[in-house]
């Protein structure tokens, strides 16, 4: 669980759909997270989802789960300019430090107008 | 708004010197956790707590110790501060520290001069 990996930048024109992609590593069942960070601020937990399943979808936000190649991605349809902020993947490790969130390094999303 | 409250919001101080950084679970959660997030390592698990007891320990400097008192807020004890130490200390909480979803606090910046 300790590779969590996400590409670092992402610029989509207003209204236009964002992809965010994220690789994780544990091969045991677990849950995946997406958090926000705007500028100045904590972390806002978005959405989840087991990894037995392969899709969840909340309002504007869809995330793909392939198990296969372990594979997450957030898309956030209709993206608007208050969307810009930094969406950090993260695993939850439910091994030797249970409870513990594996975190990628985050991606930048800027959202022109 | 997440429930978790962190106090203080900035704090400046010397190298060598020894702060406490506090964290307020949301009502009814039993589970408190640390991390730490800074530029070159990005967001770090350090401790996790649950109902006063230490559950998991990830890469937590010698220097630094936590604790989580009997009404279940925790305090995080960083000494003899380094440079490197500079960085936003986040704490979360869940309900029971197993699978359950954690909600991030608005952060401690900490910065070392």
């Known amino acids: 669980g300790e590779d969590v990996e996400q590409s670092l930048f992402l610029s989509v024109r207003e209204g236009d759909s964002s992809v965010i992609n994220c690789t994780y590593t544990?091969?045991?069942?677990?849950?995946l997270y997406w958090y926000k960070q705007e500028p100045g601020a904590g972390l806002q937990l978005l959405t989840y989802?087991?990894?037995?399943?392969d899709m969840k979808q909340d309002q504007r936000l869809t995330v793909l789960l392939n198990k296969k190649d372990k594979h997450l991605s957030l898309r956030i349809a209709d993206t608007q300019t208050g969307d810009s902020a930094i969406y950090f993947c993260?695993?939850?490790?439910?091994?030797?430090?249970?409870?513990?969130?594996?975190f990628g390094r985050g991606t930048q999303l800027t959202v022109w107008p | 708004d997440s429930g978790v409250t962190q106090t203080p919001k900035h704090l400046i101080t010397a190298t060598g010197q020894r702060v406490t950084l506090r964290c307020s679970p949301r009502?009814?959660?039993?589970?408190v956790y640390w991390y730490q997030q800074s530029l070159d390592q990005g967001l770090q698990f350090l401790i996790h707590?649950?109902?006063?007891?230490?559950?998991a320990k990830g890469n937590i400097l010698e220097r630094f110790s936590a604790q989580q008192f009997p009404d279940l807020h925790s305090e995080l004890n960083l000494s003899s501060l380094e440079l490197g130490d500079s960085a936003l200390y986040f704490c979360?909480?869940?309900?029971?520290?197993?699978?359950?979803?954690?909600?991030f606090g608005p952060g401690t910046r900490l910065t070392v001069l």
């Open positions: 009502s009814g959660d039993l589970s």
């Open positions: 989802i087991f990894s037995n399943m």
């Open positions: 544990d091969s045991s069942s677990t849950y």
């Open positions: 979360a909480s869940s309900v029971e520290g197993l699978s359950d979803t954690q909600y």
């Open positions: 993260a695993e939850l490790d439910r091994g030797s430090t249970l409870g513990r969130l594996y």
């Open positions: 707590y649950y109902n006063g007891e230490e559950r």
